[in-house]
Structures are given as C-alpha cells and as structure tokens.
C-alpha cells in the first residue's frame, strides 16, 4: 500500500510531523529521497541518519530493509542502539581511554564506552540536528560545524556530506 505525501506516491508510512521537533533550538525534519525505479530513502537530519529504505524483493515487492524508528523522539532518547542508521563522528570505533596526542598536547574526550570514547563522544554527529538543503529529488546535502572543543576535540571541523539515490539504484554518500 502506497501512502500520498505532496501529491506523490510514497512507500513509507511515516509521518513527517513526528520527526519534527526542537534540538538545541534546532528544528528536525523528515526528508526523502526517490529514483525513476521506485527506490524510495528517508533520511532526518537529526543525525544525518538513513531512517528507511524501500528497495523490490525478488519478487518485485518493495520492503523496508533498513532498521529505524518511526519517530525522532525515539533516536532523541533512545534505548538500547543508539547509532541506527546515524552518521558518527568526529571519530568512528574506540578512542582508547578516552585520550589521544597531537602536536604534543593530549586531548581527554568523554568516556560513553567505559574505558573507551566511542563514535565521537556523548554527543556525537549522531546527536546533532544537520542542515539540510535538499537539492532535487534524489540528492540531499548535509552540512554541519563541529565547534573547536566539542567534545573535547580541537579545531573547528566543518562537514559537507551529500546523499544521492541514482537511476542506477546505487545510494552514493559523499563526505
């Protein structure tokens, strides 16, 4: 069953108002992504995360095959995996204890992976609410400034990261 969203036909059932909502005085969305074959992707900005993908099974019916929720307040409070579908950083895998040197001065990040820092702290890429600027119907570009000194990394580091679903059915993500 295919749901009506702006006068076009849509896999998904999920309805945008319930990934609106305020994140440090940001506002999230629900945005989506579709080919001329059908393939059809959700994705919000908070997080950069991929919410769904509604792609054919062998027998030409189209299912969801990415795992998510179907509002942001459950990726806003989660329980239990906290980075479905999400865009991590400024460090992807384990910091050990936390630490690490450059330039001869040792940086200490939060520890949420006790001993470690996982995946960008406490408030990694996940936890933020992205700018977004959708550029057509199969292309979204994200954009983001990580501050010098959040969650204890040095220098600001601004992150430009494009989502494009081609007639291909390819789903190119470009940082």
Wanted: charged letters at 20%; aromatic letters at 10%.
């Amino acid at each position: 069953m295919m749901n009506m969203q702006n006068g076009q036909a849509r896999h998904s059932q999920l309805n945008r108002a319930d990934f609106h909502a305020l994140v440090n005085g940001k506002q999230t969305d629900l945005y989506y992504l579709s080919n001329h074959n059908g393939i059809e992707i959700a994705v919000t900005n908070f997080g950069a995360r991929v919410v769904e993908i509604w792609a054919p099974d062998k027998n030409g019916t189209f299912v969801d095959i990415v795992l998510g929720h179907d509002n942001v307040e459950s990726y806003i409070h989660f329980k239990g995996e906290r980075f479905l579908g999400a865009t991590i950083g400024r460090y992807g895998n384990r910091v050990d204890a936390g630490k690490f040197t450059m330039d001869g001065k040792q940086y200490q990040l939060p520890i949420n992976d006790k001993p470690n820092s996982l995946h960008g702290g406490t408030k990694g890429f996940d936890m933020v609410v992205w700018d977004a600027r959708q550029i057509d119907s199969q292309t979204i570009e994200f954009t983001y400034l990580s501050e010098d000194g959040e969650e204890g990394y040095p220098g600001n580091l601004k992150v430009n990261m494009t989502y494009r679903l081609t007639d291909d059915n390819e789903f190119i993500i470009t940082h």
